[in-house]
């Protein structure tokens, strides 16, 4: 799999994060998390852990603004 054809899933990913139970959208976030790591991109994954964090603790406002950095710098990547 390309990086560019990466990137593309990992934008797909987070324009889904809005439906299901917050584990579901959890798990979807741990994955881009992962990706952004293979990737070499260790800030950006810091900020998904971030937004995942800010999803645990309920703060649903910051778990959005962290998607949608992720969604702004992702869509540099390609």
Known sequence: ???T???EGL???LNAVDVGSLEAIAKKMDE???DL???GEPGLAGAAAQA???LRQGDVAEFRRGRAFLQSKIGHLR
């Open 52 to 54: 995942i964090e800010a």
């Open 11 to 13: 934008l797909a990913t």
């Open 37 to 39: 790591e293979s990737l």
């Open 32 to 34: 881009v998390q992962r």
């Open 5 to 7: 054809s990466r990137i």
């Open 1 to 3: 799999m390309t990086d």
